[in-house]
T-cell receptor
Framework: KAGVTQTPRYLIKTRGQQVTLSCSPI?????VSWYQQTPGQGLQFLFE???????NKGNFPGRFSGRQFSNSRSEMNVSTLELGDSALYLC??????????????FGEGSRLTVL | KQEVTQIPAALSVPEGENLVLNCSFT??????LQWFRQDPGKGLTSLLL?????REQTSGRLNASLDKSSGRSTLYIAASQPGDSATYLC????????????FGKGTTLSVSS
C-alpha cells in the first residue's frame, strides 16, 4: 500500500515568487493536513482539508492557501515568497480526518529554500 | 493554550540501554497522543497512538504510556540499537473537534555502537 507522496521533494525559489506543492494521500484517506517545520518554530499546523473542504486553518498569513481535489489529492500554494518561508512542508493523511483525530501518516516532505 | 514540552532535547546512550523519553502537555483535555520518529531530512513515521481512554500502547521494543491527569506521556525504548537514532516527537490532539495536532520540539536520540 503506497504511502503519502509529496512532490517536489526539493525546490529553490527567490523572494517574491510563488510555489505550489502537491500531496497524494494514502488510498482511501479523505483528510489531508499540511504542516510547516522550521528549526526555530518546530512543526506548525497550516490547514486541513476533508472531502474538498477546508475544515481548519492554522495561524498563517493569507499568502498560504490550499485546496483538495475530488480524488483527495491536495495542493498548497505560497505566494509572494519570503525568506522566512524556507522550511520543510509536510503533508499528512488520515482516514477520518482531524475532527475524528485518527492516526496521521506523513509524507517525506517538500523542502523549500527561498533565496 | 495547549503547549507540549519534550525533555531532554538531546540524549546519547550506548547500544543496549533501555531509555525513556518524556513528553508533557499543559491541558489534560486531549483526544489522543501520538509518538512519531523523524530521521534527518525525512518525514515523520508514526510509532504509537494512544487514545485518551487508554493508559499505554506497545509495539515491539516500544512502549508508550499516557497519564492525562498529570499531563504526561513517556516513550520507553528497550534494548536500544544504533538504528533507533532519530528525533522523536510527541503530538497531542486537543479535545475540541477539528483542531490540529500540537507538537513538541522533539528529543534527538543518538545510540552509539
Amino acid at each position: 500500500k503506497a504511502g503519502v507522496t509529496q512532490t517536489p521533494r526539493y525546490l529553490i525559489k527567490t523572494r517574491g515568487q510563488q510555489v505550489t506543492l502537491s500531496c497524494s494521500p494514502i488510498s482511501g484517506h479523505r483528510s489531508v493536513s499540511w504542516y510547516q517545520q522550521t528549526p526555530g518554530q518546530g512543526l506548525q499546523f497550516l490547514f486541513e482539508y476533508f472531502s474538498e473542504t477546508q475544515r481548519n486553518k492554522g495561524n498563517f498569513p493569507g499568502r498560504f492557501s490550499g485546496r483538495q481535489f475530488s480524488n483527495s489529492r491536495s495542493e498548497m500554494n505560497v505566494s509572494t515568497l519570503e525568506l522566512g518561508d524556507s522550511a520543510l512542508y509536510l503533508c499528512a493523511s488520515s482516514l477520518f480526518g482531524l475532527q475524528n483525530t485518527g492516526e496521521l501518516f506523513f509524507g517525506e516532505g517538500s523542502r523549500l529554500t527561498v533565496l | 493554550k495547549q503547549e507540549v514540552t519534550q525533555i531532554p532535547a538531546a540524549l546519547s546512550v550506548p547500544e543496549g540501554e533501555n531509555l525513556v523519553l518524556n513528553c508533557s502537555f499543559t491541558d489534560s483535555a486531549i483526544y489522543n497522543l501520538q509518538w512519531f520518529r523523524q530521521d534527518p531530512g525525512k518525514g515523520l513515521t508514526s510509532l504509537l497512538l494512544i487514545q485518551s481512554s487508554q493508559r499505554e500502547q506497545t509495539s515491539g521494543r516500544l512502549n508508550a504510556s499516557l497519564d492525562k491527569s498529570s499531563g504526561r506521556s513517556t516513550l520507553y525504548i528497550a534494548a536500544s540499537q544504533p538504528g533507533d537514532s532519530a528525533t522523536y516527537l510527541c503530538a497531542v490532539s486537543p479535545s475540541q473537534a477539528g483542531t490540529a495536532l500540537i507538537f513538541g520540539k522533539g528529543t534527538t536520540l543518538s545510540v552509539s555502537s
